[in-house]
T-cell receptor, first 114, second 114 residues
Framework: EPEVTQTPSHQVTQMGQEVILRCVPI?????FYWYRQILGQKVEFLVS????????KSEIFDDQFSVERPDGSNFTLKIRSTKLEDSAMYFC????????????FGSGTRLTVV | GENVEQHPSTLSVQEGDSAVIKCTYS??????FPWYKQELGKGPQLIID?????GEKKDQRIAVTLNKTAKHFSLHITETQPEDSAVYFC?????????????FGKGTRLSVIA
């Protein structure tokens, strides 16, 4: 069964450093998303991406965050200057046709900012 | 915006018993309600979803019911098995656009005791 692949599985970074979280969505999917989950909390929407541009973003997704689909297969989330409160599990998801087809989530990247 | 409340936060049942998890939503425009199962160390996995044009949907031991008037929907798992133990999330969204984000509940940790 096709999978969404995320790397790394765990990233530890110093506060103020830049991090890039990587995702390989399912190859024929058209919609891409990043969500995050702070330990013990609900899964929160960050951003959706379609047709090579951001479609929607939440209040969390401020100018410290950016997304890119540099080569038609990878989908990356960059945090420019990490804060302690960015520590969370970050999930990438993709979908063939949005809600009409459902989402497939990756296994996540646990980001720890120290 | 949409707000999804989920209860209970933890649920323990004996193997073979039924489990019921309930969610309420606030936005009457929401018309897509998926349920996700998250096992330890993995991303959320879609297990069943329902759209607002139906009141109930069943898939083997799993069923979801939707009451649009009361704005609540529920997940029912019958004949529970130890492998059903996981965190279950409900979510809601308007499905008019593939980019409309899912809004998740806080999750229910289900433990099935053998």
């Amino acid at each position: 069964e096709p999978e969404v692949t995320q790397t790394p599985s765990h990233q530890v970074t110093q506060m103020g450093q830049e991090v890039i979280l990587r995702c390989v969505p399912i190859s024929n999917h058209l919609y891409f998303y990043w969500y995050r989950q702070i330990l013990g909390q609900k899964v929160e929407f960050l951003v959706s991406f379609y047709n090579n541009e951001i479609s929607e973003k939440s209040e969390i997704f401020d100018d410290q965050f950016s997304v890119e689909r540099p080569d038609g297969s990878n989908f990356t989330l960059k945090i420019r200057s990490t804060k302690l409160e960015d520590s969370a599990m970050y999930f990438c998801a993709s979908s063939l046709a949005g809600h009409r087809a459902g989402y497939t989530f990756g296994s996540g990247t646990r980001l720890t900012v120290v | 915006g949409e707000n999804v409340e989920q209860h209970p936060s933890t649920l323990s049942v004996q193997e073979g018993d039924s489990a019921v998890i309930k969610c309420t939503y606030s936005d009457s425009a929401s018309n897509y309600f998926p349920w996700y199962k998250q096992e330890l160390g993995k991303g959320p996995q879609l297990i069943i979803d329902i759209r607002s044009n139906v009141g109930e949907k069943k898939d083997q031991r799993i069923a979801v019911t939707l009451n649009k008037t009361a704005k609540h929907f529920s997940l029912h798992i019958t004949e529970t098995q130890p492998e059903d133990s996981a965190v279950y999330f409900c979510a809601a969204s308007s499905s008019n656009s593939g980019n409309t984000p899912l809004v998740f509940g806080k999750g229910t940790r289900l433990s099935v005791i053998a």
